[in-house]
């Protein structure tokens, strides 16, 4: 769309191998909730508004076999059989695949991923015509806990399977503990610490086999992350990074200055460290995209990594996270120190002031924040955006008590929560 927008001449082809283009699949889980009611909410552009209106050449049912770099070629499979496609640039955009490969799955109507809209169906025409009663999640990241709360909406007996005690290992331990006790709360069965080896169906079951016994369900979810959509250039010459996805610069290129690549195929660096990540983030997806646009039209302009900043809600408690957690800021040579602390979301006397745990990690050296992580109400934990600008910009904690953030008390305390961990980080430097 952006080549289309800068060189509305150029001829642009798109080929996707499915049959839909352009939707929120973080909306999923709330599609699959039944708070978005029809799936045609998610589709920001359909099929008719990229040919007619952006005037792209989209292949619909179109897969890419193989791709040709030096002869500047793209091996398509078509309804019609296989066919050549040349191009002057290229833009990979191939995304991310569900990654399940230390659990042995059975091809089974009753075992589910949760990767794009056709897998929503699925899930959705199960849930519909079998009137399952209990179900398992598999995994301790987004997607599982998103899911999770979407079963037990659904009135099913939910449980999520763990193979660690502790949650996704980009929360610290003092927010897992919290999502779990909501969880727990909320009528979830937790088995953590349990490997999963295999999901296997029987009698018309979902088995799922652990390294400490077996469990039966009706059907099983597996969301125990994803990997780059790669495996089309493992005989290419186009380099690979972190996890075999591709490596760019900061202008989105590969290794060949003609063939661009962005979104969830890609590695990027971290803010803080300047090192090569693999985070797989809407918002990275998206601006990638809009940069390699404007770069293949002749612009400069660089990407300038990510910092790991994501938000999402399990029940009526949010949680956010941005920057580093105290391991990785220790892994990456920093001096770390982290201090956790409670305050109230508002005023303590207004109506619905709810309570916010925060977890904040400086460095000790020079007093940057190098990341925060938050639980609370759901609209309180949208102050990670504030930590994510001070740590962008490399604020210290004094730098950060400095600001004169606003305050009425039906929005926050007289000391938001964001000063009050100057103050106290200050105490704890």
């Known amino acids: 769309s952006q080549v289309k927008r800068q060189k509305p001449e150029w001829h642009v082809v798109v080929l996707e191998k499915g049959h839909y283009i352009s939707y929120a699949g973080c909306g999923l889980p709330y599609y699959l909730e ?26 619909l049912n179109c897969e ?21 496609e040349s191009f002057d640039f290229l833009v990979i955009a191939t995304g991310a695949v569900p990654q399940a490969s230390a659990i042995q799955l059975d091809s089974s ?37 998103e899911m999770a709360e979407v079963f037990k909406k659904r009135g099913l007996n939910t449980h999520l399977i763990h193979r660690r005690n502790d949650l996704s290992k980009s929360f610290e331990k003092e927010i897992s503990d919290i999502i779990k006790e909501k969880m727990v709360e909320e009528g979830i069965n937790l088995h953590l610490n349990r490997a999963v080896l295999a999901v296997k169906e029987k009698n018309e079951k979902a088995v799922v086999i652990t390294n400490d016994g077996e469990l039966t369900f009706d059907f099983v979810l597996v969301a125990s992350g994803v990997a780059p959509n790669t495996a089309l250039l493992k005989e290419t ?13 900061s202008y989105l290129q590969t290794n060949y200055d003609y063939i661009y690549a962005a ?25 990638e995209g809009f940069i390699a646009g404007l770069n293949i039209c002749g612009a400069k302009e660089e990407f300038a990594g990510i910092l790991g900043t994501a938000i999402t809600k399990i029940f009526q408690l949010g949680v ?14 920093f001096n770390p120190i982290k201090y956790d602390f409670t305050s109230n979301s508002r005023a303590k006397y207004y109506p619905e002031a709810g309570t916010m745990i925060s977890v904040v990690i400086l460095n000790k050296d020079d007093e940057r924040i190098l990341g925060a992580q938050l639980a609370g109400p759901v609209e309180s934990v949208k102050r990670i955006d504030v930590y994510a600008t ?32 100057a103050r106290l980080g200050r105490k704890h430097i």
């Not at 079998?130 to 987004?142: D, Q």
């Not at 740590?391 to 039906?410: C, G, Q, R």
């Open 64 to 84: 890419a076999v193989k791709i040709k770099p030096d002869e500047r070629e793209v091996l398509v499979k078509t309804t019609q059989g296989l066919k050549t």
């Open 34 to 59: 039944g708070i978005i009611p029809h799936y045609e909410q998610l589709i920001s552009i359909t099929p008719e508004v990229a040919v007619n209106e952006r005037q792209i050449d989209l292949r």
């Open 320 to 333: 956010a996270r941005t920057g580093l957690t105290f391991s990785e800021a220790e892994n990456n040579g």
């Open 263 to 287: 979104g969830d195929c890609t590695q990027t660096v971290n803010m803080i460290t300047g090192r090569p990540v693999y985070v797989p983030l809407a918002l990275k997806a998206n601006k």
């Open 237 to 249: 010459k186009i380099e690979l990074g972190l996890r075999n996805a591709i490596k760019v610069n």
């Open 390 to 421: 001070m740590i962008y910009n490399k604020m210290t904690i004094t730098d950060v008590f400095n600001l004169d953030l606003s305050y009425a008390p039906s929005f926050s305390p007289v000391y938001d929560p964001v000063l009050l961990a």
């Open 109 to 145: 109507e009753r075992i589910f991923m949760l990767h794009n809209l056709d897998d929503a169906f699925k899930v959705d025409n199960f849930l519909n015509s079998c009137k399952p009663k209990n179900c398992a999640v598999i995994g301790g990241g987004y997607i599982a806990l």
